[in-house]
């Protein structure tokens, strides 16, 4: 069983940055793809970011490219997202996501989510 914390999320201008963070408990943190999913207001949960248990491959959705950079750190059981040049259509709740395979099956967990707000 894993817990994910977010925190970092908040009310910004549009071209603003924010930095999420996200906290894992566990010993086997490095096992883990983590990645960033955010649903707005009347919208489906939708992929952002991911990043591989090492830390080595990461993918992005289209929208974000270039403004947005998942990163972690194994050390903190930590998983990062940067956003930068924030815009309106960011807005959303933002959701930490992990991810293991063992043998045939496969387990997710979700964090609670953290608000983010890109103001125009």
């Known amino acids: 069983q894993v817990q994910l914390v977010e925190s970092g999320g908040g009310l910004v201008q549009a071209g603003d940055s924010l930095r999420l963070s996200c906290a894992a408990s566990?010993?086997?943190?490095?096992?883990?793809?983590m990645g960033w999913f955010r649903q707005a207001p009347g919208k489906e949960r939708e992929f952002v970011a991911t990043i591989s248990g090492g830390g080595a491959t990461t993918y992005y959705t289209d929208s974000v490219k270039g403004r947005f950079t998942i990163s972690r750190d194994n050390a903190k059981n930590t998983v990062y997202l940067q956003m930068n040049s924030l815009k309106p259509e960011d807005t959303a709740v933002y959701y930490c996501?992990?991810?293991?395979?063992?043998?045939?099956?496969?387990?997710?967990?979700w964090g609670q989510g953290t608000q983010v707000t890109a103001s125009s």
């Open positions: 566990g010993r086997t943190f490095s096992a883990y793809a």
């Open positions: 996501h992990g991810e293991i395979q063992i043998g045939s099956y496969q387990y997710s967990y």
